[in-house]
């Protein structure tokens, strides 16, 4: 006789680290694979991890609760997430050109340079800022010349914090057939809610305010239509990108702080902004919630009074490229005891990384730095900036 089993009063999902589940006898087996088919994200019968998992799907259901979607999918990294986002819109050579807004995150880049068009053949178009602005009217032209099959852009672009009237964009994108793609990283939907502005998908790197501790890589897709579900679910399972039980368990912890962390992160950051314009070492700051920022009405009009986000960029004067260079190297070098030189952001402490040795002849100006502001003590972070500054 079989004994029940004993029901555990958990309040949270366990991790479930099974490759494959049982399926009993060849009948279920029979209507798991036959349910598979219509692939839903939180199926019957789950079959194999790399389909769908339980602790995974738990994870996704909280994501989708912070973007108000009708679903969410999560992978092993954000580019994976890209991947799949741009993927799902492709369909042999036959399809119409992608249109891309060129101020995006560099991996994303590299991945068009070396994946999309290199390997894959993608006709792929680019929409340029002018004076770190988008011109709205130029864009509309564009679109109506390429008619893309969809158009993809960050809301606050990387490094250079521009803000995008991301809802004009999805409006002038919907009147030529354009489906819309928006990484949506830098703003998180504490700022900005693409999907209920019509966004076709969002997108992700989980890796950085989501889970906000710097110990989880991640990335997820999300939206609203059952069509473009289908389709994301069917291109992570072939390819394999989904995100293992352990991390998405860490990352079901996590969430539940986000909007605690992300505001006190908002808070640092506007503070911060401030007291880096005010310094007579600093040439320019870029910071979307400053009067100074180009795209500063942009973000009013985007995020309202919920705050401008937890990047800063900064650069320092100099009478020539060495002494830029070496103001930004002494910065470094004194801040270094607790604002680390991580090639990330949304960690829980601040840290920092040069622009110029990372993204090249893009950002050639030496002095620049982009700051991920951290929940720590504002108190503690003023006087580890201003340690930094005391520099000649």
Request: charged share 25%; net charge negative; glycine share 8%.
């Amino acid at each position: 006789m079989k004994i029940k089993e004993k029901g555990i009063n958990s309040s949270r999902m366990p991790v479930y680290r099974d490759a494959g589940f049982e399926l009993y006898d060849a009948s279920t087996a029979a209507e798991a694979f036959s349910d598979e088919s219509r692939h839903e994200r939180d199926p019957g019968f789950y079959i194999y991890s790399r389909y769908r998992n339980p602790t995974v799907v738990a994870a996704e259901n909280a994501i989708m609760e912070l973007e108000e979607a009708s679903w969410a999918l999560l992978t092993q990294s954000g580019m994976a997430a890209v991947d799949v986002a741009v993927s799902v819109f492709q369909n042999g050579s036959s399809g119409r050109p992608w249109l891309f807004f060129n101020e995006i995150y560099g991996g994303t880049i590299s991945f068009i340079d070396n994946v999309l068009k290199k390997r894959r053949g993608v006709d792929v178009r680019n929409f340029f800022p002018d004076d770190e602005k988008y011109d709205l009217s130029m864009f509309e032209n564009l679109v109506a010349e390429v008619r893309p099959e969809f158009v993809y852009l960050e809301v606050v672009s990387n490094p250079m914090l521009i803000v995008t009237d991301a809802g004009r964009v999805i409006e002038t994108a919907g009147k030529y057939g354009s489906k819309v793609i928006i990484d949506n990283t830098f703003a998180t939907p504490q700022l900005w809610k693409p999907l209920e502005h019509g966004a076709d998908l969002v997108i992700h790197s989980v890796t950085k305010y989501l889970s906000g501790h710097g110990n989880i890589t991640g990335g997820v897709i999300c939206g609203n239509d059952p069509e473009l579900l289908k389709a994301a679910l069917e291109y992570r399972k072939y390819t394999g990108h989904m995100m293992s039980p352990d991390d998405a368990y860490r990352l079901s912890t996590q969430i539940k702080t986000f909007g605690l962390r992300f505001r006190r992160q908002c808070e640092n950051a506007s503070r911060l902004a401030l007291l880096l314009e005010m310094n007579e070492l600093t040439d320019r700051v870029w910071y979307p919630g400053l009067a100074s920022h180009i795209t500063h009405n942009e973000a009013l009009a985007l995020f309202g009074d919920r705050g401008f986000g937890g990047m800063i960029t900064f650069s320092f004067k100099g009478s020539d490229r060495q002494e830029k260079q070496r103001r930004r190297d002494d910065f470094i070098a004194r801040v270094s005891d607790r604002i680390k030189l991580i090639p990330s952001l949304g960690d829980p402490s601040t840290i920092l990384l040069p622009v110029e040795p990372v993204w090249g002849e893009k950002y050639p100006e030496p002095g620049m730095i982009r700051l991920s502001v951290g929940f720590e003590d504002y108190g503690e972070l003023e006087r580890t900036v201003l340690k930094g500054l005391d520099i000649s």
